[in-house]
């Protein structure tokens, strides 16, 4: 009796999860092995086709190239700079909560929004950059139409946008540290590097890992910039996995392939989430 | 006595469903909420109160990407829309859904086949196949040059001339460009967009040259003619030797605002941006037709009425209803006059209304004359895919990551493969 009160408890979340995650994946492996299906030739099975046409296609091994600088650029920037930003925040300050509201303003808006302000940043000649660049006598730069600039252009407008939102969290760890510890760690005589080099840092890492992890999916997750900023131009300089994937699916109409892509990139994040955690499990220092 | 009156009111009440209303349902690919909304629901409501029986029920589904997504996806889940406007060039994608009905079907009668006849030809292109006509032009486009006439008059060229050649674009635009004390370019003689859809300009450059892109059944490319490939080397020249128009892929969106601030003295754009221009520009302006090499030269583009094949026989007739009284020559001119796009048929442009905004407004009605130069917009089966082959090969080119002739090569090679299995 215990037994079906506890499953029917679950039920309604197991409904959800299975309805929403777990049969949608298992349906996209499935796809996978299929040809896309019109209504006048239905799909068939192709076995390994797909996979195949997959590691012949140039553009998906470009986007997976980008999307490994695109983590790279943003992920570290972005954790340094919340870090930081939290520890200055976190002092006696003049007009602190508008500091603080000020560093957390980005992550509020919607990213459409941000990427219709950031293309008049970038706007040649008429953008942000350029009249300002124009105060020095600098030229003008054509900062999205030139496929070496567009990317890390990208990069730092989501860098902009995620340090906000990750600085909440340091900004909470930090203030639940003990403040005994740095009033030992002024008798002791540690300098403030020290300090928090041997001290805070190592604290604050399950606040690392957390916000690690959160970065990490959100370098594959976030694309709704490229929409209005660039749609992956110029000629994929700028496109990203997941992009890739709805030109695919929604553009092209491909859906086995998209399938297929989507498939990479359910192994790609499980992978790497589980790297993560067994990687650096071992350094947090859990309370 | 009672009891008869009863029955009556109930056998009244029983006989008015018979003949209820036809409902229609059609996806318009628009925002909901822009200002053409209330243009859309301004028609309806006139064609309902012209026509009892028949109910319009627009449904405003995003742009054309998201409409054919919600029509196609509607279809899936067998219910769709008996009408829809979606884009012109979705045709073959919708064939090969089996998802649309030709008009011919339908329309039966001599006054609904003379119907069929009054668009302009150059309009049809897109809306045909095999002979049938899939595609109602509604809302439709084309490329013209837009040029800035203070900057023609302080460059001391003739403000009322706009270039008429390749060779003229390039001498003129060279005595545009204007630079600051330190030599940074301040204002650029020529634009054209590339990034949002890039082969719908270039398209405009290989008509030019003398070149279709595609077939007309929509199973052939010809991306790697030599014409072709002079085409593109073109483009790219006008950023990387004649200097005239900045290097690497110029924005679509943020263009038309680098014109109306006079950051560039001439653009190419479509005609859908006309009356946004007029709205904004503080300097008087003139448009043309885009300039020849071999002859002159511009893709259509925009929207069409399609039918489904999933609807009964009053919902046909209600669209073909709708849809010839959406087209007739006095909506036409009208919605030309709100907003810019063509007017899609000649008699459009004899209506008084249409004739006095042209005469004061001559800009209106440059797209008109240039149709006689119009090319179908590139549309083929597979068409998300060959069109991105063709997109990518011309931003390879403009930022100079590829030579045209390598990149147009590789580019067809790709659409062979694709297109194959169509032949």
Request: one cysteine or more.
């Amino acid at each position: 009796m215990k037994h079906v009160y506890g499953w029917l408890l679950l039920t309604p979340a197991a409904i959800l999860l299975i309805g929403f995650t777990h049969y949608p994946a298992a349906a996209t492996l499935l796809d996978s092995f299929f040809s896309t299906g019109t209504a006048l030739r239905p799909p068939r099975f192709v076995g390994l086709d797909n996979y195949a046409a997959l590691a012949a296609d140039p553009v998906f091994r470009q986007v997976l190239g980008n999307n490994f600088w695109f983590a790279l650029g943003t992920i570290p920037t972005a954790i340094a700079l919340a870090l930081l930003m939290a520890l200055w925040v976190n002092r006696r300050l003049p007009a602190r909560a508008l500091v603080r509201m000020a560093y957390f303003t980005p992550t509020v808006l919607p990213m459409i929004a941000v990427a219709n302000l950031w293309l008049y940043f970038y706007t040649p000649q008429i953008g942000l950059l350029d009249k300002l660049g124009a105060l020095f006598g600098a030229g003008s730069h054509n900062w999205l139409g030139d496929p070496h600039l567009v990317l890390p252009a990208t990069m730092l407008m989501v860098v902009w946008k995620e340090a906000g939102f990750f600085m909440i969290f340091y900004l909470a760890a930090l203030q639940s540290l003990p403040p005994e510890l740095e009033e030992a760690g002024r008798i002791e005589g540690a300098s403030r590097w020290y300090f928090f080099r041997r001290v805070t840092f190592p604290l604050l890492m399950p606040t690392t890992l957390f916000v690690l992890v959160n970065a990490t999916i959100n370098s594959f997750k976030l694309v709704d910039h490229l929409f209005i900023l660039t749609k992956g131009g110029p000629d994929n300089a700028s496109s990203l996995l997941l992009y890739y994937i709805y030109q695919v699916a929604f553009s092209f109409f491909d859906t086995a392939y998209a399938a297929t892509l989507t498939v990479v990139l359910l192994v790609l994040l499980a992978a790497l989430a589980i790297a993560q955690f067994l990687l650096i499990e071992r350094r947090v220092h859990y309370r | 006595m009672k009891r008869i009156l009863a029955v009556l009111i109930l056998s009244l009440c029983a006989a008015a469903p018979a003949r209820a209303d036809t409902t229609l349902t059609f996806y318009y690919p628009i925002a909901v909420g822009g200002p053409l909304t209330k243009v859309i629901d301004g028609y309806a409501r006139q064609f309902e109160s012209e026509n009892p029986g028949i109910r319009v029920n627009p449904i405003y589904a995003g742009n054309y990407d998201d409409a054919r997504i919600k029509a196609l996806a509607a279809l899936k889940a067998g219910q769709s829309a008996p009408l829809s406007v979606l884009f012109s060039i979705d045709l073959y994608e919708l064939l090969e859904q089996d998802a649309i009905l030709a008009w011919d079907e339908v329309a039966a009668s001599a006054d609904d086949k003379a119907w069929l006849k009054a668009f302009y030809p150059a309009l049809m292109l897109n809306g045909q196949y095999k002979g049938k006509t899939y595609g109602i032009p509604f809302q439709r486009s084309t490329i013209v040059l837009y040029w800035n006439k203070d900057a023609f008059k302080e460059a001391g060229l003739d403000p009322d001339k706009a270039p008429a050649t390749w060779n003229e674009m390039v001498q003129m635009g060279r005595k545009l460009v204007k630079k600051d004390a330190q030599g940074n370019i301040v204002r650029w003689g020529v634009e054209v967009p590339s990034t949002g859809y890039a082969y719908w300009m270039f398209q405009a450059f290989a008509r030019e040259n003398g070149q279709d892109l595609m077939n007309r059944d929509g199973n052939r490319t010809n991306y790697a003619h030599p014409d072709v490939i002079a085409a593109l080397q073109y483009w790219r020249d006008l950023g990387a030797k004649y200097k005239v128009m900045p290097e690497g892929t110029v924005e679509w969106g943020t263009l038309r605002q680098a014109f109306t601030e006079g950051k560039t003295a001439m653009m190419w754009h479509t005609t859908g941006n006309l009356t946004a221009v007029r709205d904004t520009a503080k300097f008087p302006f003139g448009v043309a037709m885009l300039p020849a090499s071999k002859q002159r030269g511009s893709p259509t583009g925009g929207g069409n009425f399609y039918l489904f094949k999933k609807t009964t026989p009053e919902e046909r007739k209600a669209a073909l209803a709708f849809v010839k009284w959406m087209t007739a020559p006095e909506r036409a001119a009208d919605w030309s006059m709100a907003t810019g796009y063509v007017a899609t048929r000649p008699d459009a442009y004899a209506t008084p209304k249409l004739k006095e905004y042209a005469a004061g407004f001559p800009q209106a009605i440059v797209a008109r004359d240039q149709f006689q130069y119009a090319t179908p917009e590139l549309s083929t089966f597979q068409t998300g895919r060959v069109r991105k082959l063709l997109d990518d090969a011309i931003q390879a080119s403009l930022t100079g990551q590829k030579q045209p002739a390598e990149a147009l090569k590789a580019a067809q090679a790709e659409a062979e493969r694709l297109l194959k299995p169509y032949r």
